[in-house]
C-alpha cells in the first residue's frame, strides 16, 4: 500500500510539472468519457434498467396476435381473458384518448386515458392527494371520477382542496378523487384518467380498440402464461369462431414502453458510436504517454542504473495512466451531465418511454468507472511496456536520442492507422444517417404541405352519437371556417395525412372467393373525410372522380383508393370497376357492423403517412357517408397558418364553445415532426463524427509532430546537402499519408459492418453505399493532409546549421 501511494505522489509531481499534456489528456479522456456517459445513461435508463414498479419482473402486456402482428384487444376478448386465465393476479386494460377540460379562460384539451379500476394499483403508483379508484367505480353511472397527474394539478392552480370538487370533462362534471405523486406519471402524455366501464353495445370480439397489462401470480413463468393464454384463446376462438378463428394471445414482459424496435437499434448504435470516440481518445492519449516516454527517456535510464527494475518502472508508468484515466472520468461525468441535459434539450418529445428516469445512479457510475478503469488500462499499457525496457547505458552514452526504438515508431504508426480505421467507420455511420434522411426530405409526400393549419377536434361521444346529428355539427363546423378571411378551404378527416388516414381495416373485393378463415383477410389503411379534403391538401387524383356533397348517406356508398392499392391488389384489373366489401363502423360505438360494399370511383396519388419510408394501401370514403365523432381537420390558408389559429378556434367555439383545439400546428411542422427522431439521430451521429475526425486529426498531427522533432538532424542534414523547402514537406506529408491511407482502407471493412448494423434505421441507403464512402474518404484524407502540412512546414522552415549545431 505505501508503495502504491508513494506511486501515486510522485505521479502527481510528474504531471504537475507538464500542465500542457496533463490538461490536453484530460480533456480528450472527458470528451470520450462523457459521451459514453450520456449515451449509456440513455440506453441504460431505456432497454436496461429494471421498471420503476414493485417486482417489474411480474408486469406483462398481453395483446391480441394475428399471423406475426400483434394487435389491440377487443372488450369480450378481454373479459374473456380476465375471467378464464389462470396465471394472472391481475389483468387491466386501457385506452388512450383526448378530453376537453374547462378552465378559468377558455377550454383546454388534455391527453388522458380511459383505464379499468385497478390499473394504478397494479402498477403501485403512490398518491399525492385523494385515492384511487373504489371498485363500485368501475360501474356504468357510478364512473364520473377522475384521477389528475401532480403536474395537471399545478397547471390547474395547485389547490390543495381539489379532491371532492367538480370538474367538466368532454362537457360532464366529474369528480376528482385523487391527484398521482410527482415524477414518473408527469412525464407521460396522459394527464387525466378516468374509469374504463363497457356499454353493453361496447362487449364484442370484433372492434379491437384496448391495450392489456397484467401481472403475473408469484412462480408463474413467462412460458407458463402463454401456454395458460394459448388454452384461453383457442377456447374463446371455439366459441367465437366468426370473429375469433384464427386470432391468438401474446405475451411478452413490460419493457420500454413498446419502444418501436428502430429506436431501440438507433440507441444501440449510438452507443456503439461513442464507443469508437472512447477508443480513438485513447490513442490519442496513448500517442501522447509515447511521446512522453521518448522525452523521459534519460531519466528512465538514470533511474534503470540506481536500480529500479522493469516491473517498478511499468507499474510507475501505468499508474500515471490510471490516475490520468480517473481524473479524467471524473471530468467526464461532469461531461457526461452537460451533454445529458443538451441531449434532453433537443431530444423530441416521446423519443424515450416515460419509464425511463434520465439520472446519473450508481450503475451509470460505475459504468464509468469501467469504462475509466479500461480506458486507462488501454492506453497506458503499451507506452508503460515499451518505456520500461529502455537501456540505459545506451540511451546514457547517446543522450537519449538513439533510445527511438523502431518498434516505438511502429507502434505509433500502427495506433494512428488504427485511429483513422475507426473515424472512418464513425463518419460512414454519420454519411449513412446524413444520406438516409437527405432522401426523407426528398420523398414524394404526396401533398402539399405549405400554408395548411392542422388540428384534431375530439368531440365526445356522449354529445353526438346519431350520424345525422354529426353530420350537421361538421357541416356547421366547417361553414364557420371557411367564412373566416384568409381562410380558402377546410376539410374534416379521421386521422392526419403524414400520420396515416386513422383505422386499419380487412376488406374482401365483391366477386373473389371468400375466406373461410376470416383472420387471413387482407387489410387497408380506412379514413374518412370530407369532399374538401384533396382540395385542402393538395392531393392529386390520377383516376375517376373525388367526393361531392351528394355522397351522403342516402346515396351510393364510394370509395377512392390510393396507387400502392391498385398496385397490390388490381395489377390486371380496372380498379372503377370494383367493389370492396368492409365491416361498417358506427360513430360512437365500439362496435363493427354489417359489411358495406363500397364502389370504387377514383384513384389518388400515393400520400405518405407514419415514418414515410413506404407506401401502404389506403381506401377513403365520403365523411357525410359514414360520419365518426372524433375528427382531424385541415385548414388551408393564404396567409401564415399559425396566426389564423386564434381565428379559427373563434370560429369553432362559435359553435361550441366547450371544445379545444388539440396540437393546433401548420402542415409544415406536422411534417418536421414525422421527420424529427430521425432528424435527432443524424445530429447525434454527425456530432460524434465530428469528434472523431477532430481527434484522429490531431492524432496525426501529434505523431507527425513528434517525428520531425526527432528526425530534426535527418532533415537538417537533407537540406543542407541541397533538398529543397519543397521537397522536405512532401516527404513528410507523403508518410502522414501512407498511414492515413491504410487506416482509411482498413476502415472501409468497418464502414461495411456499420451500414449493416443500420441498415433497418436507414432509408434509400444500401448496406454499401460507394458516395457515402467515398465522400467521408475525402473528408479524412483532407484533414491527414491538414494534419501533416503544418509540422512539415515548420520543419522545412528551420535553417539547417542553426539545427545541426544545437545537435
Known amino acids: 500500500m505505501s508503495s502504491l501511494l508513494r506511486n501515486i505522489q510522485y505521479t502527481v509531481r510528474t504531471l504537475w510539472k507538464s500542465p500542457g499534456l496533463t490538461f490536453t489528456v484530460l480533456l480528450t479522456l472527458a470528451l470520450g468519457i462523457g459521451a459514453n456517459t450520456a449515451i449509456f445513461t440513455v440506453d441504460y435508463a431505456t432497454l436496461l434498467a429494471p421498471l420503476p414498479y414493485p417486482q417489474p419482473d411480474q408486469l406483462v402486456v398481453v395483446w391480441s396476435k394475428i399471423q406475426t402482428f400483434h394487435n389491440p384487444m377487443s372488450a369480450a376478448d378481454f373479459l374473456d381473458w380476465k375471467r378464464f386465465n389462470s396465471s394472472f393476479q391481475d389483468i387491466n386494460a386501457f385506452s388512450s384518448g383526448m378530453f376537453n377540460i374547462a378552465t378559468k379562460n377558455q377550454p383546454e384539451n388534455i391527453n388522458g386515458r380511459q383505464a379499468t379500476v385497478g390499473f394504478y394499483k397494479m402498477f403501485g403508483r403512490p398518491f399525492f392527494l385523494g385515492r384511487d379508484f373504489l371498485p363500485e367505480e368501475g360501474v356504468d353511472g357510478k364512473d364520473h371520477v377522475v384521477i389528475l397527474t401532480h403536474k395537471l394539478w399545478m397547471h390547474l392552480g395547485s389547490d390543495p382542496k381539489i379532491i371532492g370538487q367538480s370538474m367538466h370533462v368532454d362537457g360532464e362534471p366529474y369528480t376528482v378523487v385523487g391527484v398521482l405523486s410527482p415524477g414518473l406519471d408527469d412525464r407521460g402524455r396522459e394527464q387525466l384518467t378516468v374509469p374504463l366501464v363497457f356499454k353493453p353495445d361496447q362487449i364484442n370480439h370484433d372492434f379491437h380498440w384496448l391495450l392489456t397489462v397484467a401481472r403475473l401470480k408469484p412462480g408463474v413463468t413467462l412460458q407458463q402464461a402463454q401456454a395458460d393464454m394459448d388454452s384461453v384463446a383457442l377456447h374463446i376462438a371455439q366459441e367465437n369462431p366468426k370473429s375469433n378463428k384464427g386470432w391468438g394471445v401474446f405475451v411478452e414482459p413490460l419493457k420500454n414502453d413498446f419502444l418501436p424496435s428502430e429506436r431501440k437499434q438507433t440507441l ?79 431530444m423530441p418529445r416521446d423519443t424515450l418511454p416515460s419509464e425511463a428516469d434520465l439520472h446519473l445512479n450508481i450503475p451509470i457510475l460505475l459504468f464509468t468507472l469501467a469504462a475509466t478503469t479500461l480506458a486507462g488500462l488501454l492506453f497506458g499499457s503499451a507506452p508503460a511496456w515499451y518505456a520500461s525496457r529502455v537501456d540505459p547505458a545506451e540511451t546514457l552514452k547517446e543522450g537519449g536520442r538513439t533510445g527511438v526504438g523502431a518498434g516505438r515508431h511502429r507502434l505509433r504508426q500502427l495506433l494512428v492507422i488504427g485511429e483513422f480505421a475507426l473515424a472512418l467507420s464513425l463518419l460512414a455511420g454519420a454519411g449513412l444517417a446524413i444520406h438516409s434522411f437527405l432522401n426523407l426530405l426528398r420523398v414524394d409526400l404526396g401533398l402539399r404541405t405549405d400554408h395548411v393549419l392542422t388540428f384534431f377536434l375530439p368531440i365526445p361521444d356522449s354529445r353526438s352519437k346519431e350520424p345525422e346529428k354529426i353530420i350537421a355539427y361538421y357541416k356547421q363546423i366547417l361553414s364557420k371556417v371557411n367564412s373566416v378571411p384568409g381562410v380558402t378551404s377546410a376539410s374534416a378527416m379521421t386521422g392526419m395525412p403524414l400520420y396515416g388516414p386513422g383505422f386499419g381495416m380487412p376488406f374482401t373485393i365483391v366477386g373473389q372467393p371468400a375466406f373461410t378463415d376470416p383472420s387471413l383477410r387482407p387489410d387497408t389503411r380506412f379514413g374518412m373525410v370530407t369532399p374538401d379534403f384533396f382540395r385542402t391538401f393538395g392531393v392529386r387524383l390520377l383516376k375517376g372522380r373525388t367526393f361531392t356533397d351528394q355522397d351522403n348517406t342516402t346515396s351510393v356508398k364510394v370509395a377512392v383508393v390510393n396507387e400502392a392499392f391498385v398496385k397490390k391488389y388490381f395489377k390486371d384489373s380496372d380498379p372503377l370497376q370494383q367493389r370492396l366489401s368492409i365491416e361498417q363502423l358506427i360513430p360512437g360505438v365500439t362496435k363493427l357492423g354489417p359489411a358495406v360494399e363500397w364502389q370504387i370511383i377514383g384513384v389518388y396519388h400515393n400520400v405518405r403517412g ?118 522536405v514537406v512532401s516527404l513528410i506529408v507523403r508518410e502522414g499519408l501512407v498511414l492515413a491511407s491504410i487506416g482509411l482502407t482498413l476502415g472501409l471493412i468497418g464502414a461495411y459492418f456499420v451500414g449493416r448494423g443500420m441498415q433497418s434505421t436507414l432509408f434509400g441507403v444500401g448496406k454499401i453505399d460507394l458516395s457515402v464512402f467515398t465522400s467521408v474518404a475525402l473528408v479524412l484524407l483532407v484533414a491527414a493532409i491538414v494534419a501533416c502540412i503544418i509540422p512539415a512546414r515548420r520543419a522545412a522552415s528551420v535553417d539547417p546549421m542553426q539545427a545541426l549545431r544545437a545537435e
Open 268 to 346: 444501440w448504435l449510438l452507443l456503439g458510436a461513442v464507443a469508437f470516440i472512447l477508443l480513438i481518445a485513447c490513442v490519442n492519449v496513448a500517442n501522447l504517454l509515447l511521446a512522453r516516454g521518448l522525452a523521459r527517456q534519460k531519466e528512465l535510464a538514470v533511474r534503470s542504473a540506481l536500480g529500479a527494475t522493469r516491473k517498478s518502472i511499468f507499474v510507475q508508468l501505468l499508474t500515471e495512466s490510471l490516475v490520468l484515466a480517473i481524473a479524467g472520468g471524473l471530468l467526464g461525468i461532469g461531461v457526461g451531465y452537460g451533454m445529458l441535459r443538451a441531449l434532453l434539450a433537443i
Open 610 to 727: 407514419g415514418n414515410l419510408r413506404e407506401d401502404r394501401p389506403e381506401t377513403l370514403v365520403p365523411f357525410w357517408q359514414i360520419p365518426w365523432s372524433g375528427v382531424a381537420m385541415g385548414v388551408r390558408t393564404v396567409n401564415d397558418p399559425d396566426a389564423m389559429a386564434r381565428s379559427v378556434a373563434a370560429a369553432i367555439n362559435s359553435v361550441d364553445p366547450e371544445v379545444a383545439l388539440a396540437e393546433p400546428r401548420s402542415l409544415d411542422e406536422v411534417h418536421d415532426l414525422v421527420l424529427s427522431n430521425d432528424r435527432f439521430s443524424l445530429i447525434l451521429f454527425a456530432s460524434f463524427a465530428v469528434v472523431a475526425l477532430l481527434l484522429a486529426t490531431l492524432g496525426v498531427y501529434g505523431v507527425m509532430s513528434f517525428s520531425v522533432a526527432q528526425r530534426s538532424h535527418e532533415i537538417a542534414l537533407r537540406m543542407a546537402l541541397g533538398a529543397n523547402r519543397t521537397r
